[in-house]
């Protein structure tokens, strides 16, 4: 399964290693840090430590992507930068609604996913009384959320996954009962569950109700088109398969559902002008007229410029196919150790398998200098651009010995 399957898409990141500060002491998660490794065309433009299966924990970010962050810094020693930031922002903003299809004036920046989904069951008055329809591998975040609306006196259900998936008929039998909101994660964190959005928002919208997506686990890694999904909002952080960093994401909320919002927080970024001596109170068009409220971070924005160039240049469909044979050689080799599927296979980036002892096994793993998602009794990998077959096989020998002094300890 070797050879470099990703050399002919294509690789328009610009790098300037000449003037790149990467130091060589960063700190590193686990004990042990193995020299730098390069294994594909992609891996040229990262650093990476060890073999990293884990993107959908933290994606790690492009040198290219740490350029322009390094660039952003420079310029804040001079008085140009708030000109220049917006203009960056303005940018971000664009390539992003060009990456989800959709129009720029639906985007709104927020601090996090789970702060847009907040602000979405706000502005839709949902209250003691409301019924909310959710499920089981919706983010954990969000969950909790829900579950305090509801003892808040919110209808909440919560629809339970069979085997790891989701079934359209169980969603739409929790939706007979009507609901003013379905809110789902478009590929689960815990198993990689993927939802088909547009039948989810055809099943909602005839029950009458309004979908919200979390977008984390997908956006970046494949393709999507949210205007034709028919989803009504949907949002994401950056860190993730957007290859950027944390405190800043975006927020969409499709034209026609927007006049059924009510802003309930406010803030400056809402105002058609920033003059504020002008007291001119007219609020911005679109989605963040209605959300944007305070200031983002343009270190985040700086590490976007970079990571969304290349993804709204690359061809996302060729990434996913490249990706598919790591991650059935993922699973094979995890049935050769008798490790389970958590969930049933799909196109997105994600495959987990039930483990019943996950510390002892994440101790290994980071004790070898590989790394995955151990926890919830479970194991989640998660490759990207640069992981090659290579990558799964030095993982399964680990866990192949842990696994193996487990059995021994237990027998």
């Not at 952080?237 to 499709?254: I, P, T």
């Not at 970024?269 to 007291?279: H, I, M």
């Not at 010995?401 to 487990?406: I, P, R, S, T």
Request: net charge neutral.
């Amino acid at each position: 399964m070797g050879g470099d399957r990703y050399a002919l898409l294509g690789l328009p990141f610009e790098a300037r290693r000449d003037r790149l500060i990467v130091p060589d002491d960063l700190p590193h998660r686990g004990w042990h840090r193995p020299e730098p490794t390069v294994r594909n065309a992609f891996g040229r433009h990262f650093r990476l430590h060890g073999v990293w299966l884990d993107s959908a924990y933290q994606h790690p970010m492009s040198l290219e992507s740490i350029q322009a962050i390094q660039d952003y810094l420079a310029c804040r020693t001079n008085a140009a930068v708030a000109s220049h930031a917006k203009r960056e922002q303005d940018r971000v903003q664009s390539l992003f609604a060009r990456l989800v299809n959709v129009r720029v004036n639906e985007i709104a920046f927020v601090p996090t996913a789970t702060t847009a989904e907040n602000l979405i069951v706000s502005a839709l008055g949902i209250k003691a009384g409301s019924r909310i329809v959710t499920d089981d591998l919706h983010y954990t975040g969000s969950l909790y959320m829900y579950r305090q609306l509801r003892m808040a006196g919110v209808e909440v259900d919560v629809v339970r996954a069979r085997q790891g998936v989701v079934h359209l008929e169980d969603v739409r039998a929790a939706l007979a009962r009507g609901a003013t909101l379905l809110a789902v994660s478009w590929i689960s964190a815990w198993n990689g569950h993927r939802h088909d959005l547009a039948a989810l928002s055809a099943l909602a919208h005839d029950r009458g109700a309004r979908v919200y997506v979390d977008l984390m686990q997908g956006v970046g890694a494949l393709p999507i088109d949210l205007d034709a999904s028919g989803v009504d909002f949907a949002a994401t952080s950056s860190y993730k398969w957007l290859m950027a960093d944390l405190g800043l994401g975006f927020l969409y909320v499709r034209g026609s559902a927007l006049p059924e919002l009510t802003a309930t927080q406010f803030g400056a970024r809402q105002l058609a002008t920033s003059d504020g001596a002008s007291r001119d109170w007219r609020t911005r068009p679109g989605t963040a007229g209605k959300f944007e409220v305070g200031s983002v971070s343009n270190i985040v924005v700086a590490a976007l410029t970079s990571s969304l160039e290349f993804l709204t240049s690359v061809d996302l469909d060729a990434i996913v196919a490249a990706r598919q044979p790591i991650l059935e050689h993922i699973r094979l080799e995890a049935a050769r150790l008798g490790l389970k599927q958590a969930g049933c296979a799909s196109h997105g980036p994600i495959v987990a398998f039930h483990c019943a002892d996950c510390s002892s096994v994440k101790a290994a793993l980071q004790q070898a200098g590989c790394y995955v998602t151990c926890s919830e009794h479970r194991i989640r990998f998660a490759p990207t651009l640069f992981n090659t077959a290579d990558d799964v096989d030095a993982v399964m020998r680990v866990l192949h010995k842990a696994l193996g002094q487990l059995t021994g300890r237990s027998s």
